[in-house]
């Protein structure tokens, strides 16, 4: 008798991805892995146009030409990031007006990191170094993620990143060479933003329950405490060259495990955080929404506009 | 206590009395101005398309101002080598009298249409100014006039097709276009009338004739504004203008006191 195999969508699937081959739009793929990558991708475009914000703050403020220019490049090139990656959200069959839609209301959710203020020149270069630095932790193993238009995104975006955070970590040292008043505005920034930037790598792996689902459908290859162990080990050495403290009494080189220890973090501040209470939570959405609302008419114009041209060219 | 260095502010009656520095620093007002304005809208923008947009066109002026600056300072270190200034010494520490952009670069942004139509008006006189500036005795203006052109050209036929897009668009957005061109339009004069400095450039070889533009630009004004099916404002030449010897609206204060806040509170400073 004839053995008649029957390969279900499902294998086809598994099976690709133990081979390392690329999820495209148009393959079949569960529900749940679909609606995750939506979930994940949104959010983070939602971080990318959010987390031009806080730094955007200081273009207008920038202390030289040259360092105007550089903001001005870099949190343009944040919006290019929420672009690319609004796109790749969309071949998963969402809008970005949804996605925008569910920003707006709250129902999605962006990096708790862009609703701390900025306060000060050196907040720019602290957000460089340490949040850009803990964005690219996350980001590049992203570049290997199981779907393709995410990880064509992350590649490009990666670049951009490291040069950030390089720009970053260059404003923070001419800072530490500067005048005693330009050390102490640095070293407040970094005893601000270290904390948050810890956080960024998301719950411990303890309570992170969708990390395994993730690992198995190559959309996430390292767990959060793994990157953060990998952050913390990168910055601390860093913070030496810049001369800087990291304000962690806990920080100390172990060298059984080869790792630096750290001390707790202050999960409670995360969880308010996210839930909207953070200090700058309400700003951030306000800000997103007003520019949304106004640019409505703008938006309707161009659509009328485009309309008319349409009819135009089809009548002659 | 700390005290400025003497060095650091930019000897006003050097730059006064000099008309090629005046002239560079016009120019290099002009576009840091309108630059810094447009660079408001970044993380504001009506659609991230339109936001990455007027973010590039606020990187080419403020790259033009960075060349233009440059060019000033190293004209007068020639004359005062003693106490030598940078780019950022002019950008930073002259004050609202000092400045001589165009009042219409300093306008508020408003909304979308309003920031658009400026940037048409202005990008209009650039592009005709720069054609001219491509002929100047001075290597130095021509140089920058070649670059700068290139830039320019693409933001006459964005801003250009924005305002078509806005006035064509519905009746809210062309009643929207057509208050912005009159509050607008009275600071378009301005352009055309020359200062000292400039009768001296044009003497010298090396600067345009304001008025020799005129006409080319309200040709191409007009005949976008047919295009968006808006009417242009017919105003005389009025008290809308000053911009050119110091005499500002009162908008550049504050610009200049968020834009100066750092060099001016921690002079001296590295950044
Ligand atoms: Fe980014
Ligand atoms: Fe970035």
């Not at chain 2, 130095?140 to 050209?153: D, M, P």
Request: aromatic share 10%; proline share 5%.
């Amino acid at each position: 008798m004839e053995t008649v195999e029957i390969t279900c969508p499902d294998q086809v699937f598994l099976d690709k991805l133990d081979r390392e081959l690329k999820i495209e739009p148009k393959d079949w793929m569960p529900e749940p892995y679909r609606q995750t990558l939506i979930r994940q991708i949104s959010q983070h475009a939602h971080s990318e146009i959010v987390g031009m914000l806080p730094e955007g703050n200081w273009i207008t403020r920038a202390p030289s030409l040259k360092r105007k220019a550089i903001l001005l490049a870099k949190v343009q090139d944040e919006a290019g990031h929420g672009l690319y990656l609004y796109a790749a959200a969309e071949t998963l069959g969402i809008s970005r007006e949804k996605m925008y839609q569910q920003l707006h209301n709250g129902k999605a959710k962006y990096s708790s990191i862009f609703n701390y203020p900025t306060l000060s020149w050196a907040d720019i270069g602290a957000i460089g170094w340490l949040v850009d630095g803990a964005a690219i932790m996350n980001q590049v193993p992203l570049c290997r993620n199981s779907y393709g238009p995410y990880a064509r995104a992350m590649v490009r975006i990666c670049k951009e990143e490291s040069f950030h955070q390089r720009q970053g970590f260059e404003i923070l040292l001419t800072l530490s060479r500067g005048t005693p008043q330009q050390r102490a505005m640095a070293q407040d920034a970094v005893n601000r933003w270290w904390w948050p930037s810890m956080m960024m790598f998301g719950p411990p792996d303890a309570s992170s329950p969708h990390t395994q689902q993730s690992m198995r459908w190559k959309i996430k290859r390292f767990t959060n405490d793994e990157l953060r162990q990998k952050f913390v080990d990168i910055c601390a050495e860093q913070a030496t060259i810049l001369g800087f403290s990291l304000p962690d009494p806990l920080l100390k080189w172990n060298a059984t495990t080869g790792h630096f220890d750290f001390g707790p973090i202050n999960w409670d501040e995360f969880n308010q955080v996210i839930n909207g209470n953070g200090p700058c939570n309400k700003e951030r959405l306000d800000a997103r929404r007003k520019a949304w609302d106004d640019g409505e008419w703008v938006r309707e114009a161009a659509e009328a506009h485009a309309a008319k041209q349409k009819t135009k060219a089809a009548a002659a | 206590m700390q005290t400025m260095p003497a060095s650091l502010l930019p000897d006003t009656t050097i730059i006064n009395t000099n008309a090629r520095i005046s002239y560079v620093l016009y120019l290099a007002d002009n576009a840091l101005i309108l630059g810094h304005r447009n660079s408001e809208w970044c993380g504001h923008g009506p659609a991230l398309e339109q936001d990455i947009a007027l973010s590039n066109i606020a990187l080419d002026l403020l790259g033009q101002a960075r060349h233009l600056y440059q060019y000033a300072a190293e004209l007068y270190n020639q004359l005062n080598p003693s106490a030598p200034v940078t780019e950022d010494h002019l950008a930073y520490l002259r004050d609202v009298r000092d400045f001589r952009n165009c009042l219409l670069a300093e306008q508020p942004n408003g909304h979308w249409g309003q920031t658009v139509l400026r940037q048409f008006f202005f990008s209009c006189w650039q592009y005709y100014f720069y054609q001219q500036l491509q002929h100047s005795n001075d290597t130095q203006l021509q140089a920058i006039a070649i670059k700068s052109l290139k830039e320019v050209t693409y933001h006459l036929r964005w801003s250009s097709e924005w305002v078509i897009r806005l006035g064509d668009g519905t009746a809210e957005s062309k009643t929207r276009m057509q208050q912005a061109a009159a509050d607008l339009w009275p600071y378009t004069h301005e352009l055309f009338q020359p200062a000292a400095f400039e009768q001296e450039a044009v003497s010298a070889g090396y600067g345009v004739t304001p008025g020799s533009i005129e006409k080319d630009c309200l040709g191409r004004i007009q005949h976008i504004f047919s295009e968006a099916t808006l009417s242009v404002p017919v105003t005389q030449p009025g008290l809308h203008s000053g911009g050119k010897t110091g005499v500002h609206t009162e908008h550049l204060g504050f610009i200049l006191a968020e834009m100066q806040f750092l060099q001016r509170a921690y002079p001296g400073s590295e950044w």
